[in-house]
């Protein structure tokens, strides 16, 4: 999907300083791993994304945030 506002899940497979990831974690976008699309895709259902919320400690470690407490702000205070 080309226009970000419209998104309501974003998978990857790392944090990126994009405008797309920016803009998810700013309007608490679900942002989860690429394991959660590749395996809705298998049931051919979306399943739980709370087990495939993205994790990316290097990131996290380098850049001081934790990516969760990034996203429950975001959703307490809705951008």
Known sequence: MEDSAQC???????????YKF???????????AIDWLTE???KKE???WEKHILKDL???ISYDFKLRESFDK??????
């Open 8 to 18: 309501t899940v974003l998978d990857t497979d790392k944090v990126r300083r994009t």
């Open 74 to 79: 975001a959703r307490e205070k809705k951008c």
């Open 46 to 48: 979306f399943i739980d």
């Open 22 to 32: 920016l803009c998810a974690l700013a309007k608490s976008v679900l942002i989860v």
């Open 40 to 42: 809705s895709n298998i």
């Open 58 to 60: 290097e990131v996290e």
